[in-house]
């Protein structure tokens, strides 16, 4: 096989299609049939130097590929079936990856340390290959520069792979030892000084234990800072982005560097090339994100002398640092607007000014008003821009009391720029930071009101004029309106707005089919504005809303009249149904909320329903998701009458509930399932055994998304309210999966924050459905099914109280299971709760939270417990 190997690889990358499908075929059953041969045969072919590059490279892919996937269950399955693999192949593999460390192809080398390293990603957790990390070690003593260079990849590589508890804290010292000597000035190779300085950089994490050392860590620092100096510029920018990352993960270690820092930081801001300038600067953006967490995390009432670890870095580089970001802003690029990935000097400067004003607030203000004042009128456009951005990035951090007179003396200038500017990019910024004026100094919060009787009408006239610009201005000036309108989301009855109500529908109308309305996100930014100017519409425009059903579903109908589409114009015709369902969901809740309107959006309820199965019908993921939450909208508006359309609905609610791949789909209609419930009660009924059937299949899957498993337990809870004691033959499927998540997420003990946050909401799903069976067999003759559950259910509340990570919303719903399970149980609960290790302690907690809502929940539940208890 091994001549042929060779060949099917080249063919697989054949420009002939026949040819390379069949190659792949080839490989695909090779794999198949014999996967411990096929993987020896790819590591043979990547380790021989007298193979073409072109085989060697596609071999290396494979291999890498055949051990990693991004879907998690993938992945898992490509770990076990390597683990599985015999020894001595295992071996084998590894010696050619080694072998092919000292290849004198760079691809090849390249390629054998991304493959080792997704091996020792897999094998150092497990206490296997224990000789890899020394075996590299002695790898690069009186060697070519080559086989250094590819040695040191290799190393951060795996640096990149594994958790740095891996590895052993001396074979750590000897790694940073290695790449720091690696990225020395007086290292004369340039590939080798690079690759040292890319492995630092995946390193850093391990380097806890050395960063508090003050010698070590001030070598590390020196050798990163004299990199930023070197004359080859892509070791200037990894030792720039080594810097970054020593900024975020040590900020408390930075006080005696951070003057050198600055120093060299700004000279690249201004001399250096793009790419290196550009991570200067992130430099400084990561300090800000540090001291921004550090000052939410302890509030602002601390101080000075506080163990508050903040070094107030970016404030005492103020009086340097704004001038240098000020500068960049002027380093604009002619097309920046219209592309949507761009990112460069001017915009990176922009949002580390944005940054810094967060970080520092009001100091900032008289730093840069004078720069706005001195430009916003000159002659180049680069200017007025530079000037009209600066403005808007210091209208979020700074008080009202310091903004609001600014804001006042310029808004006019504003709006006749936007209209009369000659750049469309000084539009573009001025339309953005109109946005941001009325997103941060304008509602019912505000003191003194920016926007008055006097200049709305003026304001509305401007920003719909500017609807008719360029996509990115008309893009900027909808986020203008967006924020304009939620203002006044809370003054109840009247709107300012309300006059101009009709001419603001119809412009967003008008900017949906403009020819160009695909550029620039403009026609999804016109669908935004127009649901929130809906959202926030008054009592007085009802009418109007009304009259935008029609309008709606008309459009609707013709995304769904289309025939043949090609593969770009269905993805056109997916994204807007999408946006019109939303439009729709919106429209329906808004509706729905009073009982006169409810009563005239009646008549279009049959219509709408219908045209929503039509978008079922087109069968597409992305409509499925806006399509059905506008279903859920309509379930709650309609009521017990939503009965009628489940049985053409129900087919579409089953697929929704298969589809693992797009588990935000999947998620969505278990959210759906709990919305018809509370609609229908118990006229569900008929529906309930495909419904619990697929339930309980999602939950056994280990394909599905950990994310949509708390929401089935809540619905759980939602269909046994709806059904009440038809629950029964549901229990025993149904209880024992509560029970054993139950046990899963009660102890935390060494999670990270994003698993606790998950444990909390697995927690919170389970007691929802605990709460919703007692609750549903409650007064009901078939009580005492539960009373065999109740052991388990208090058990459970027992262990997450010992464990004290509950979060507020947790707390209630415990707390409530607690009351649910005596007022359901009565005196079989009153014993069982009096035995309970915790029940007591946790009812006085709940009882003297601050949290008004956890309070009112524990005095409901102390009456309940009492009465059990009595009886």
């Keep these: 096989m091994a001549m042929e190997v060779t060949q099917v690889l080249l063919s697989a990358q054949s420009v002939d299609s026949t040819v390379r499908k069949h190659a792949e075929e ?134 990149e792979e594994v958790s740095p508890d891996v590895i052993e804290q001396d074979q750590v010292n000897k790694i940073l030892t290695l790449v720091v000597q690696g990225m020395n000035a007086n290292e004369a190779n340039i590939d080798v000084r690079l690759a040292a300085t890319r492995a630092l950089y995946n390193a850093l994490g391990f380097a806890q234990a050395n960063f508090s050392n003050d010698m070590e860590r001030d070598y590390i620092m020196r050798v990163v800072c004299e990199a930023t100096l070197s004359p080859e510029v892509k070791i200037r920018q990894a030792s720039y982005e080594c810097l970054v990352s020593i900024g975020s993960t040590y900020y408390e270690k930075l006080a005696p560097y951070i003057q050198d820092i600055f120093n060299i930081t700004s000279k690249a801001v201004r001399e250096d090339e793009e790419q290196v300038a550009l991570q200067a600067i992130e430099f ?24 508050v670890p903040c070094y107030y870095f970016i404030k005492q580089a103020l009086p340097a640092l704004v001038p240098l970001l000020l500068e960049t802003l002027l380093k604009q690029e002619e097309d920046q607007d219209q592309d949507e990935g761009a990112w460069n000097l001017a915009m990176a400067g922009g949002t580390c000014l944005g940054l810094v004003v967060r970080t520092v607030g009001d100091d900032i203000v008289p730093l840069v008003m004078p720069f706005i004042e001195e430009n916003l009128s000159k002659e180049d456009w680069r200017r007025r821009e530079a000037a009209t951005y600066a403005f808007g990035s210091i209208l979020e951090g700074p008080s009202p009391d310091k903004l609001t007179p600014i804001v006042n003396v310029a808004l006019n200038f504003m709006l006749t720029a936007l209209t009369k500017d000659p750049s469309s990019h000084v539009k573009d910024t001025t339309a953005w930071t109109l946005g941001r004026i009325f997103e941060f100094l304008h509602g019912s919060a505000v003191e003194n009101p920016i926007i008055t009787p006097s200049n709305c009408q003026q304001i509305v006239t401007v920003l719909l004029e500017s609807m008719k610009d360029a996509p990115n201005v008309a893009e900027k000036a909808c986020g203008a309106l967006y924020f304009l309108t939620q203002g006044y989301e809370d003054l109840g009855s009247t709107s300012p707005l309300t006059p101009y109500f009709q001419d603001i529908v119809q412009c967003l109308l008008n900017v949906t089919h403009r020819e160009d309305a695909a550029e620039s996100r403009l026609r999804s930014s016109a669908y935004e504005t ?22 709606i579903m008309q459009e609707l109908h013709k995304t769904l009249e289309a025939q043949k589409l090609s593969s770009d114009e269905r993805e056109k015709q997916n994204e807007l ?15 729905g909320v009073s009982e006169a309107t409810k009563f005239a959006f009646m008549q279009y309820a049959d219509q709408i329903m219908s045209l929503l199965l039509g978008v079922f019908a ?180 027992d262990s997450i109280y010992m464990e004290k990570d509950m979060d507020d919303i947790v707390m209630k719903t415990a707390i409530e299971v607690l009351g649910d399970l005596a007022d359901t149980l009565g005196s079989n609960a009153g014993s069982l709760i009096q035995q309970s290790m915790s029940c007591k302690d946790f009812l006085n907690e709940c009882l003297s939270s601050e949290d008004h809502l956890i309070k009112e929940s524990a005095e409901w539940a102390r009456l309940a417990i009492s009465r059990a208890i009595s009886v």
């Design 26 to 159: 080839t490989l695909k059953q090779f794999q198949e049939q014999n996967l411990p041969v096929f993987l020896l045969s790819l590591s043979a072919e990547l380790a021989s130097e007298e193979k073409p590059v072109d085989s060697r490279r596609l071999a290396g892919l494979i291999l890498k590929n055949a051990l990693d996937a991004k879907e998690q269950h993938r992945k898992y399955e490509l770990v076990q079936r390597w683990l599985s693999l015999d020894v001595a192949v295992k071996s084998q593999i590894r010696a050619y990856l080694l072998q092919t460390l000292s290849s004198t192809v760079s691809d090849a080398r390249s390629t054998a340390s991304q493959v080792i390293a997704k091996v020792a990603g897999i094998e150092l957790p497990q206490k296997q290959w224990p000789e890899l990390i020394g075996s590299l070690l002695s790898n690069v003593h009186q060697v070519p520069p080559h086989v250094k260079q590819a040695t040191l990849e290799t190393l951060g590589y795996i640096c």
């Design 284 to 307: 400084w953006s990561s300090i800000c994100d540090e001291e921004i967490d550090i000052l939410e995390e302890y509030g602002g009432d601390f101080t000075a002398d506080s163990d």
């Design 530 to 551: 127009l649901n929130e100017v809906v959202r926030c519409s008054t009592e007085e425009t009802a009418r109007l809303v009304l009259e935008l059903v029609q309008v």
């Design 577 to 591: 149904q999408g946006l019109l369902c939303g439009c729709l969901q919106v429209i329906i809740q808004k509706l």
């Design 618 to 797: 087109c069968r597409s993921a992305t409509v499925h998701e806006e399509a059905m939450l506008s279903i859920g909208a309509l379930a709650y508006a309609t009521g017990p009458n939503f009965a009628k359309y489940m049985p053409d609905f129900y087919k579409y609610l089953e697929m929704g509930l298969q589809n693992f791949e797009e588990y935000q789909v999947c998620s969505v209609t278990v959210g759906i399932v709990g919305d018809i419930c509370r609609a229908l009660e118990d006229k569900i009924l008929p529906y309930c055994d495909g419904i619990m059937t697929q339930l309980l299949k999602d939950l056994s899957s280990n394909q599905l998304h950990r994310s949509v498993k708390p929401p089935i337990f809540s619905c759980f809870g939602d269909i046994a309210l709806a059904i009440g004691e038809n629950f029964e033959k549901y229990l025993m499927y149904a209880m024992p999966m509560l029970q054993s998540a139950a046990e899963l997420s009660a102890h935390t003990s060494g999670a990270d924050d994003e698993m606790i946050e998950y444990t909390n909401l697995l927690r919170n799903g389970i007691l929802e459905a605990y709460s919703g069976i007692f609750q549903g067999f409650k007064n009901s003759p078939k009580t005492q099914l539960l009373i065999p559950y109740a052991p388990h259910a208090l058990q459970f509340l």
